[in-house]
């Protein structure tokens, strides 16, 4: 199957401070605003995506949507063809996109309800290469789901995801050589697990650890290093418990890359990291990865 996602290009989320969110995001994260429309505010990474995050004032936070990046204008026409096959919600056709950034796509809704937007040609931005202390781009986004193989069918037949790892929690899906780029959960609800941005090195991860301390936001799991795809990984509650994951060094993936099935992913008894390090994710950590719903209609793109 020909590819179709180039990559996981951004999220937009809905907050409920958003003077709040603008600060932590900037200052504390350590992305850089670079636009204001309409009430949105947009920030990027250091690669040369328009954007990878948005946030806008909302009376419950939320994802709006997630937005994937289209390897051609033909992916996105036939993407659209499939998932309208699928039964799936669009928001209407692929045509030349009024928001900022531009580009060409649609939105649709997964078999979850969750909203997602594919679009190939987006005005690009300088890329500044890996800048120490700031992150590069969205890593992958990890969603609870409560029927887990519909979702991978619906990932890997519609829209051409391959399957790197899967344990008993989770399914590791990829769409370039990142080892994955979207995680699918083994869950009772279908919310936002986690949004995981890049950062340039273990080193730069460390020390984001250390200022999102120091902005009242301590590590609730990590440092460490996972199993699949063998990132280096620190997870934090970010502004209204949004559950964020600085993570580094990820396996590229390889012709020959031995695909492990649950029975090959097991830990000795007390560890969930190669390091051993950290105790394992805090309370409040577990409560943030099954708080944030996708709000409803964020499919259709404005
Ligand atoms: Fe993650």
Known sequence: MSAIVRSVQAVDLAVTDLAE??????????????????GRVYFRATQGYFHVL????????????????????EAVDIAYERVVAYGRPVDGAPRPLASPGGGYGFGFVDPEGRNFRLVHGMERREDRGPVADRPTKISHVT????????????????????????????????????????????????????????????????????????????????PGRHGPGNNVFAYFCGPGELPLEYTSEM????????????????WPPGRLDHWGLTPGPSERVKKAQSFFPFIEGGHRID
């Open 143 to 222: 969603m609870n789901c409560r029927d887990n193989d519909a979702s991978f069918r619906f990932f890997t037949e519609v829209l051409a995801f391959r399957l790197s790892d899967q344990t008993r929690q989770m399914r590791f899906i990829r769409c370039n050589s990142d080892h994955h780029s979207l995680v699918l959960g083994f869950s009772d609800n279908a919310f936002l697990n986690h949004i995981a941005f890049e950062m340039p090195d273990a080193e730069s991860l460390m020390r984001g650890i250390g200022r999102m301390r120091d902005h009242g936001h301590p590590v609730e799991w990590g």
């Open 54 to 73: 948005s946030v806008r004032q909302a009376e419950r936070s939320g994802l709006v949507r997630i937005q994937l990046e289209a390897h051609t204008r």
């Open 251 to 266: 396996t590229q993936m390889t012709d020959g890359y031995h695909m492990r099935k649950p029975e090959e992913w097991r």
């Open 21 to 38: 969110a603008r600060q932590f995001f900037e200052q504390t994260w350590h992305l850089e605003q670079v636009a204001e429309v309409d």
